[in-house]
């Protein structure tokens, strides 16, 4: 991508997309679909149903040391009260499944919220593909029908430790959906990151590499962005974010599909997100 093009896509404004009554994932002109789906990633104008005030509001207790969601217990390496290796990052990260017995029920609630928004995307993302709708739900791990996994996450800055944010990476899954209410993140097009500012209102919806892996015999395969997060200084106020991640069944598979139905390759999730995981911890 040339920095002609660079500045085509940031200096007009990064792509805006709704989802319509009809619970469909529109844009303004299909020149607003064809950008967000070359740069991995577009603002969503947060529909009015979803509480973002009281999620947030929740989000922000979890700073607290003496918040009770704090001793979660740990569901392997991903699940739990979790402060990542390498980065600032801290998080309260809970599947699906787990919402109902750890979650406030508002906050429940508030995912599956999320989980309409996401599968919209995602059925969006499969019809631009011209994979035939009867694979839909195995090109997406169960994802495209209500099905494979969602991880509602609440995450803040630990400005104790002087690191990145969150280094360099693409994402593991299909779709994330981050509600940032503080500048800081960044997205590398053409080999040098960009600011993303943070648009009241809207949400930031970026593609993952499984996304990109499903599409990639398709008629049009989407970009997983690179993006990275500043770090924090101790000096200025914490900076909170939510984060949804849509992602196939993790102990399922992830099929590749061209546009006459036939599959042209495969791998594991496991596999597929241990790869991703090593890239996200390892130093750099």
């Known amino acids: 991508m040339t920095s002609t093009r660079r500045h085509t896509f940031l200096g007009a404004g990064l792509p805006i997309g709704a989802v319509s009554e009809k619970t469909e994932l529109v844009f303004?002109?299909?020149?607003?679909?064809?950008?967000?789906?070359?740069?991995?990633?577009?603002?969503?104008?947060?529909?009015?149903?979803?509480?973002?005030?009281?999620?947030?509001?929740?989000?922000?207790?979890l700073i607290d040391d003496s918040s009770v969601y704090r001793r979660i217990p740990k569901y392997g390496e991903l699940e739990g009260f979790i402060a990542l290796e390498n980065n600032q990052q801290t998080k309260l990260a809970l599947r699906r499944e787990r919402w109902d017995q750890h979650y406030p029920a508002h906050i429940a609630a508030?995912?599956?919220?999320?989980?309409e928004i996401g599968i919209a995307i995602m059925r969006e993302v499969l019809r631009q593909s011209r994979i035939p709708e009867p694979l839909w739900d195995r090109a997406s791990g169960g994802y495209a029908s209500g099905g494979g996994d969602a991880f509602l996450n609440f995450v803040h800055y630990d400005t104790r430790h002087p690191d990145w944010g969150l280094r360099p990476h693409t994402d593991y899954g299909f779709v994330t959906i981050l509600d940032a209410s503080a500048p800081g993140l960044q997205i590398e097009i053409d080999g040098q990151f960009e600011d993303v500012p943070v648009l009241q209102g809207h949400l930031i919806i970026n593609f993952g590499e499984a996304l990109n892996f499903i599409t990639a015999y398709s008629d049009r395969a989407v970009t997983a962005?690179?993006?990275r997060v500043l770090s924090q200084r101790a000096t200025n106020p914490v900076r909170h974010g939510i984060v949804y991640f849509a992602n196939p069944d993790?102990?399922?598979?992830?099929?590749?599909?061209?546009?006459?139905?036939?599959?042209?390759?495969?791998?594991s999730v496991e596999h597929f997100f241990a790869r991703l995981e090593r890239d996200l911890t390892t130093y750099q």
């Open 28 to 61: 303004p002109d299909a020149a607003d679909l064809d950008r967000a789906w070359e740069l991995g990633l577009f603002y969503l104008k947060a529909p009015g149903h979803l509480d973002l005030d009281s999620a947030r509001q929740f989000g922000r207790g």
């Open 110 to 115: 508030f995912g599956r919220r999320l989980d």
């Open 250 to 267: 993790l102990d399922g598979m992830l099929l590749q599909f061209d546009t006459s139905g036939s599959a042209r390759g495969s791998s």
């Open 225 to 227: 962005v690179r993006h």
